[in-house]
């Protein structure tokens, strides 16, 4: 089974957001085109990632 990954959104830019793993282990980015995120997601928004979608923590 697939565990759920926590990301909060640093910045929103245009049709895309840039996420970051909550757990700390990387500073690495994640761009993710905002049509797959929640509508109402802004900066410093917290999501899960599970079963192939996003949703709002």
Do not use: H, Q, T, W
């Amino acid at each position: 089974m697939f565990e759920a990954i926590y990301y909060e959104v640093v910045s929103i830019d245009g049709d895309y957001a840039n996420l970051k793993k909550i757990d700390g282990e990387s500073d690495d980015l994640k761009l993710v085109a905002r049509a797959l995120l929640p509508a109402e997601i802004c900066e410093g928004s917290k999501v899960k990632y599970e079963m192939m979608s996003y949703s709002m923590c």
